[in-house]
Every structure is written in C-alpha cells, then in structure tokens.
C-alpha cells in the first residue's frame, strides 16, 4: 500500500541478474545506491514505497494499537478478521439476528452491504456500547462507478483517456459514499482482461498493462484523496490479487494457467501501480494461479505482496474464496483452508466465516500461532485508526450531511462530463453526425432506447435503477427542441429467445418510414455483462440484428448507438451502417451525454482500451500479442502455412486506442531527440499534431514502442505514453515524450526485471497498428 514497511525486505536472488544467453540482448545493470549494494551483500534489500503523507508511521498510533492488542482475547481478535454482510441487498437496512449477537459479542468487526448515515450509526453502536473494548466497525460495500449518482461502467471510464475525469469519478464516489457511512469501496478492479466473453471486462480498464495502471493510480487517488482521515473520502481496495482476467475460455471463476513471465510483465503492474499510489487493501481472487487458489498463495501474497513490493495495508479475500479452496481441491476441510489463507498472507474472510469459526481451534492445536493473527489484527486496526473511526466512530454517520451530499448538482454534472468523454465514435460515413439541425423528425428504436435499468449497468451499487437514469429519449427530447419530432418505438427484444421473433418490427419500421434520421439504441442488457455474466457469443442477441437490417434496408440514415460492456461482434453494422457510436452503460446522466454528442454539442474523443474482434471466434484478441514464427505478413496473399484463420483476418474489427472524431487530425513525422540512449540517459520523441478539420476537438496522441530483439520475444507493439491535447480548427500542438531504458523494462529471460540494449521502432499515432503511422528507429546501447 505503500506504507513505509517495518521490517519489509526482498529476496536479494529475485532481483539479482545473470547474463543472459544471447551475448546481443545482454541485460545491462543500473548502478545501485550503494546502500542497496551493501544490502544486496548481506541477502536483502530493504524496500521503501511511494507514500501519501497520511500513510506515514504515526508513533502514536503504534503505541494505542500496542496496548489495544495486548488487551484484546482470542475472540475479538478473529473477529477483527471477520467481514460478515448485512442483508441489505434483499431486505433492505436489516441484520439478521446472529450476526447482531456475534457484533455485540466482540466476534465481528467489519461489515458490507450497509450503508444510509442511519443505518450505519445503528450498527456501530451495537459494537461501539455493548462490546468489551468498544472496537468500531468498519463498513465496506461496492462502490465500483458511482455510489447514488452512477458513472459509466469502469471499461467506458477508462475510454476516455482522460486521468483527471477518472479520478473525478472515483472522487465523487468517495463523496457519496461516505456520506451514507461507508468507509471502504471493493474498488478498482485492476484485473487485464483480454478476452471479451468475460463479462467482469466491464469493470476493469481493459487489455493495456499502460493504461491499465494509470487508471489505477487515478482512482486510488481519487477514492482515499490526500487524506484518509477526511470524511469525505474513503479506503480503496485494489482487486483481484490476480490474474482473475485470464480465466480460461473467458468463463467467470474459471481455471488460470499462465506463465510467471505474463503474470509479472501483464498481471502484476496495474497492482503495483496501485500500491505505489497507496491503497490501503488488496483484494484476493477466486482463481489459483500455478495451482494454488489465490487465497492460499504464500509467494503472490507474501513474497510478492509484501517482501518483494513492501506491502503494509490488510488483504481482504473475495467473497467466501476461503471456503472454495476446498472445492479447489487444496484444502481437505474449512479449518485447514483458514490455516492455508492466514499462512498465506490474509488478513481477513469476506463472508466465509472460516477464521470465525475454525481459527480458535487452528490456534490449539499449533497449526496457526497467535503471533500471525496479532499481525493480521494490528494491519485490520491501523487502517481503523487512519479513518480516524477510534477517535469518532460515528464520524461517517451524519445525516445532515448525507442530505446535503447526494446528487449534488455538480455531481450529476461531473457524470454528464465523464460519460461524453466516455464514448467512441466508432464509424461516421458521409458525416452522418452530428445530427445537422435540418432534421425534422427522429426515429429512436431499439430496447435501451427508453430503458432506465439499463443505463448505469452493473455493478451499480447504490444507484436508483427506476427513477433517477436519463434514458435515450429523455436526452433527444430535452435536447431536440421545438419542431423536431422524436418519436420512439422499442422494436427489438435482447432477451436471448426472441431471436426469431419479428414482434414490434411492424411499429418501428412505421416509425422509421416517417422519420429523416435513424437512430438505434442497441446492445446487451445491464445484468449481460459483469460477474457470472460470460457469453459464448458476442453478437446482438435476441432479434436486434435483424431488426437493424430491417431499418438499414429503408435507405435512411442509421445511427447505432451501442451499448453494451464489453467488444462485441458489430461486424455487419460496421459495413452497413451509416454511424456506430459506442456509450457504454453511460450511467445516470447518459441519457443527456448521449444527446450532446449525437447533436454534436460535444465531439466524442473516446478511444477503445480493448480490441473489439470480427467475431468470437478471434478471442482472446489485443494489440500486444507476441509475433510467431510463421506471421501472415511473410506470406503471399492466400498462403496457407502461415498463422492465419481459414474464415476471418487476423485483423480485428477495431484496434485498441481507435475512436473519431467529428474532425480531422493530421500528425507529423516524429523527431528524436537523439538516435540512441544508453544507462542513466533519455530520448524524446516528438510529433506535432494538426487539426484539419472545421469543429474543436480533443486527440489522444498515443506513443507505442517495439523491442526488436530480446532475451525473450517481445510484443509487436506497446503502449508507454499519451497525451490527450485539445484543439481548435487550424491549430497544432506539439506533443513530447520522454523515455528512459527503464520505461522498456521487461522479465527477462533469467527472470530479473530489467531493460536490455537492442535496436526498437516508435510510433506517435491515433491507435495502436503497425501502420497506424511511419515509425522512427533508436538504440539502447550498453
């Protein structure tokens, strides 16, 4: 997390470096502090991460916690590693029975699914005025885009490029969240997902390992913001510790099988970032990796987590993950799986009960020893202490302030923002938008046209499904103004067995017959996409494609307005359609974000952070694959014995980064600064970019890198930079960036972390794609 560590240190053989085989692809070692070299000589190396200030060691604190724990019982102990729910989610602000008693009994200390500045004050005093030592609760719940004024779904967040409008997300979370008496998000999810038929890509930042952590590090940020202590902020958790976004044939809680070189150069660095930025917990994940569950893996939660990164914050398992280790087949019963998880590194069982009930007994018979489960304690108490719940826990239960915080203006507001520079405008043939204020009459179709469940997605925590969301159509007609009639039918069903049924085809093609514009609101339902929602197809589903073939067969112009969570295969409607813009789950304000940009009071700059396949069949597909031996470039057209499908181009349907824009930009050759750089030194690259085009608008300049030759093969491209850059019609920028031998790190081939000399080609472009752009040559010279 961050936190400067007490006795953290790093096994001096796992950063230790050998000569690599191939004599050209040396790694080439930075010099080392000479107090690092001292420490390297003795085995060690101690670690001292990044930190926000309200994270640094508090003697105080040390002291209180001391004497706190040398009072505490067995009992309350565990039941400081308890997290237990509240049955909210069914019944509303309601605790079953035993879990009141098992409060007042010192035997739970956290709680999730509760939350109202009421119901959390009520809770509290049930720990707060009938335990023994008066230890507070803390509060958890899943705040993932938005609390009562909903975001995009965290995939479109992340379209935006923007770190500032993400952290303002996470910010304004924060702000809600805390004011209804919740202390603790289960956000991010920082999980790389490169497979579209896993419905949880919808809540990550997609493919990029780049981009992927830089939203990490903005919405930790914005979520514990400078200060834990505030009120107005809250403990983030930066999850699933890890490879959760691998899962074979892309099906939820599915097997994991990758290598310890992906999980370091792919898996790790969004959690790394995350740490670095301060998070105050980790989330551990439903899936093993090399065979162990991730809840009872020593080296991901205690070599890893701890020593090698420095670590300080409390891990949190996923829900019940403990308990599954015995489905796993690791554990042969509950008491050895809550042995495994604290061994492992866990601090605390999310719902499972498992250290509840069997720890007491793992500690009697010597399998566990107090002195692990008073570490785990004092990590659960200290993040108490920095919320500051010790000195007032009744400091987050304020229903003034509650009152006063919810839906603020400015908060609709910020989520009307995000959501426009969430979309991606996808296909925009003949300039079919901005809508031109010519049009009379608009026909809107389709069944997320007027949907309000299905504008904020899933995982909406808090957000009103049935009242507060600003459809599709309330957006146009807000927008469209006098003399423009908008007129809805919804057509089409996404429900998957209405595929073959034709019911309100008749109302929408009468509508669309009578209109000068088309616009089709078409995707996958909210509940499609998200936990325990993989698909096997990423077509339309139910009878929507039909029903755009049907308009598009009218011959006026089509709009499809997409959304969805995750790629989907819009392969027809991209060869047949007039424009494709894709909104996400644009969230509480979308209905209006939605109308700004179709009338073009706002020009979508949204680029894709995850490749969008022909079909299915592609998948997993994205841009940083490695090349193979036989790669389709080095064949004649047609070749058979190349890496290639018989039916469907390598090629996908749109690159990661991709995204238009209602004008045009033009970019220049980059220059270099110079033609190579060797150990300590730096290169920059730079390209001017120019809008050519007659409307303002903001370009997201995108700086991918190729490592020719390596220890180890290396990608054909990757993101290391970019820089979203306003401009008016006529006007340039120049963007720069800089890049240093370490930006080009990478697990070589003895495992050691490090950059290696060798020849690479750059790219400054619009997207990702060797031929996005001429790439410029440089050398990293020993």
């Not at 790694?27 to 990044?50: L, W």
């Not at 965290?154 to 379209?159: F, V």
């Not at 809805?488 to 069903?493: D, I, M, P, Q, V």
Request: net charge negative; glycine share 10%; charged share 20%.
């Amino acid at each position: 997390m961050g936190f400067a560590a007490r006795t953290t240190t790093i096994v001096a053989a796992l950063l230790a470096t050998t000569a690599c085989a191939t004599a050209q692809s040396a790694p080439v070692e930075r010099a080392a502090p000479a107090a690092a070299q001292a420490a390297a000589s003795t085995g060690t190396v101690p670690i001292q991460p990044a930190q926000p200030a309200w994270a640094a060691r508090d003697a105080e604190m040390d002291r209180f916690l001391d004497e706190l724990i040398g009072k505490m019982t067995l009992e309350e102990k565990v039941g400081q590693l308890t997290l237990l729910t509240s049955d909210w989610e069914s019944t509303g602000p309601t605790m079953r029975d035993s879990y009141q008693e098992d409060i007042r009994a010192g035997k739970v200390g956290n709680i999730f699914n509760a939350y109202t500045a009421g119901y959390t004050r009520d809770l509290q005093k049930l720990a707060v005025e009938n335990t023994r030592l008066k230890i507070p609760l803390m509060f958890g719940y899943d705040v993932i885009h938005g609390h009562r004024t909903i975001f995009p779904i965290s995939l479109g967040e992340a379209a935006s490029w923007d770190m500032e409008a993400v952290e303002k997300s996470a910010r304004v979370s924060a702000q809600e969240a805390s004011a209804e008496g919740i202390h603790w998000t289960f956000s991010p999810m920082v999980d790389i997902a490169r497979d579209a038929r896993w419905g949880r890509i919808s809540e990550g930042a997609g493919e990029d390992v780049y981009l992927g952590s830089r939203v990490a590090k903005a919405r930790v940020e914005g979520y514990q913001g400078d200060d834990l202590a505030a009120t107005d902020t809250v403990l983030a958790t930066v999850k699933h510790f890890v490879g959760y976004g691998a899962a074979q044939a892309g099906r939820d809680y599915h097997t994991v099988d990758i290598s310890e070189r992906t999980l370091r150069d792919v898996y790790l660095p969004p959690f790394k970032a995350a740490i670095d930025a301060g998070v105050g917990s980790i989330m551990t994940a439903f899936n093993e990796y090399d065979g162990v569950p991730a809840s009872g893996s020593k080296y991901l939660l205690t070599d890893v987590l701890r020593d090698q990164w420095g670590f300080d914050g409390f891990v949190v398992t996923d829900y019940t993950s403990i308990n599954e280790m015995v489905a796993h087949g690791y554990a042969k019963d509950l008491e050895q799986a809550g042995e495994q998880a604290l061994d492992a590194g866990v601090d605390m069982d999310l719902q499972g009960a498992v250290f509840l009930e069997h720890l007491g007994d793992s500690i009697a018979k010597g399998r566990v020893t107090m002195d692990q489960v008073d570490t785990a304690t004092r990590r659960v108490l200290e993040m108490k202490y920095r919320l500051g719940l010790f000195e007032d826990p009744y400091r987050y239960a304020d229903e003034a302030r509650q009152e006063a915080t919810l839906y603020k203006p400015e908060f609709l507001e910020a989520a009307r923002d995000v959501a426009r520079k969430s979309m991606v405008l996808l296909k925009n043939e003949g300039d079919t938008l901005p809508i031109v204020a010519g049009a009379q009459s608009i026909a809107l179709i389709g069944p997320l046209a007027d949907s309000k469940p299905d504008m904020i997605g899933s995982w909406a925590a808090a957000g009103d499904r049935q009242t507060r969301p600003v459809t599709v159509l309330e957006g146009l007609k807000a927008r469209a103004g006098r003399g423009v009639r908008v007129e809805y039918a919804k057509g089409a069903s996404y429900e998957f067995a209405d595929a073959s049924k034709t019911d309100g085809f008749a109302e929408a093609l009468e509508v669309a017959n009578r209109s000068d514009v088309i616009v089709a609101v078409m995707g996958e339902k909210w509940d499609m996409t998200g936990e325990a929602a993989s698909r096997t197809s990423l077509d339309l589903p139910g009878n929507q494609q039909a029903l755009l073939e049907r308009l598009v067969a009218t011959g006026k112009p089509v709009v499809l307005v997409m959304m969805s969570g995750r790629p989907n295969s819009i392969i027809w409607a991209e060869e047949n359609v007039s424009a494709i813009l894709h909104a996400w789950y644009p969230g509480t304000q979308g209905g209006h974000a939605v109308a700004d940009v179709l009338f073009g009071d706002y020009n979508p700059s949204g680029k894709l952070p995850v490749t969008f396949p022909v079909n299915v069949g592609q998948a997993p597909i994205y841009y940083d694959m490695k090349n193979t031996g036989r790669p389709i470039e080095l064949g004649a057209p047609g070749a058979k014995y190349v890496s290639r499908y018989l039916n469907t181009p390598n090629a996908p349907l749109y690159r990661f980064g991709y995204g238009l824009s209602y004008t045009d930009f033009a970019y220049s050759p980059v220059s270099l600064s110079a033609p190579s750089m060797g150990a300590g030194g730096s290169i920059t690259a730079s390209a001017t970019i120019t809008n050519t085009g007659k409307r303002a608008g903001a370009e997201v300049a995108q700086l991918y890198v190729r490592d020719l030759v390596g220890s180890v093969t290396r990608p054909v491209q990757e993101l290391k930079g970019f820089e979203k850059v306003m401009l008016q019609p006529g006007e340039s920028r120049t963007v720069t960036f800089t890049l240093r031998p370490e930006d080009l790190a990478f697990t070589r081939q003895d495992m050691s972390h490090g950059w290696e000399p060798g020849e690479f080609r750059l790219w400054i472009a619009p997207s990702s794609g060797a031929d996005a752009s001429t790439p410029v040559t440089f050398t990293i010279t020993e």
